[in-house]
């Protein structure tokens, strides 16, 4: 497993003619708070001694601390900020360095393998950046390929709830036309039950109605409220008279043969002799 190499350059001073020797003292303090691992302290007098003499190192040294506390994005801000203040290339590889270190802080591979070829750039000689460069396109890659499984992931796991959604869908749907047509099927019942009702009750109807007539047919007197039959034609209530009448006939017919077989056996024989 590659370490990286984090090495926090600290810029040294030497003055320059006009130069302010008070910031001088205030970057000198600054760099002893730093190194005794006091980076608020040394914050301040770095910002004393910009504000001082307007000392680029100051601002640069400031980043370091910030840095040191961690504060990762705003150490970022200072560094990519001092970038083109630097004339020699030895201060800006440093400054690069600085920058990949702190993209490699916030795990921002991509960044941090940029900060570190600027800086062989200006220094290809700085072996400490060039295997810092190789560790950031190793963790680069490995963070491609997780990003890859989790989007592999994350699409499967969207596919399994797609499938199950459209289960679900289809399960609705079933049951949507399984409930269809049961109410079909209890409206075609309903309408079924409703028709043979209205048959019993059209059949009661014509019943009660023969039995009205037939009623009223016993009620009435022969040959009133009886309708004129049509010609050719008799009507049933003459046709039961007719009828009536034949066996009426009959039966008289029958009953005088019957007296006069009767009256026949009553008769003495008058072919018997006299002796």
């Not at 961690?70 to 630097?86: D, Q, R, V």
């Not at 049951?175 to 009702?197: A, G, R, T, V």
């Not at 007539?213 to 022969?222: F, L, V, W």
């Amino acid at each position: 497993m590659r370490i990286l190499f984090i090495s926090i350059l600290i810029t040294t001073v030497a003055l320059s003619y006009g130069q302010d020797k008070s910031s001088k003292i205030l970057l000198d303090e600054g760099n002893q708070a730093f190194a005794n691992q006091k980076y608020n302290d040394a914050i301040e007098k770095y910002e004393s001694a910009k504000g001082s003499a307007g000392y680029n190192k100051a601002d640069y040294n400031k980043a370091n601390s910030l840095y040191k506390l961690k504060k990762y994005e705003e150490a970022t801000t200072e560094y990519e900020s001092m970038l083109g203040k630097f004339s020699s290339k030895k201060a800006k590889a440093g400054a690069y360095h600085n920058l990949g270190n702190s993209y490699m802080a916030q795990k921002k591979y991509k960044e941090a393998a940029a900060a570190f070829k600027n800086s062989l750039k200006n220094d290809p000689s700085d072996e400490k950046t060039r295997y810092n460069l190789a560790y950031a396109l190793e963790k680069l890659k490995e963070q491609n390929q997780d990003n890859q499984e989790n989007k592999d992931d994350q699409k499967k796991d969207q596919d399994k709830k797609d499938d199950q959604k459209k289960d679900q869908e289809n399960k609705d749907d079933q049951k949507k036309d399984q409930e269809n047509k049961d109410q079909q099927k209890k409206d075609q019942e309903k309408k079924d039950q409703e028709k043979k009702d209205q048959e019993n009750k059209d059949q009661q109807n014509k019943d009660d109605q023969k039995k009205d007539e037939g009623n009223k047919g016993e009620d009435q007197k022969p040959g009133e409220g009886e309708p004129k039959p049509e010609p050719g034609k008799i009507s049933r209530a003459q046709a039961l008279r007719d009828l009536d009448a034949i066996n009426n006939a009959e039966k008289k017919t029958l009953m005088k043969l019957q007296k006069k077989k009767a009256d026949q056996k009553a008769k003495p024989n008058s072919t018997g002799k006299d002796w």
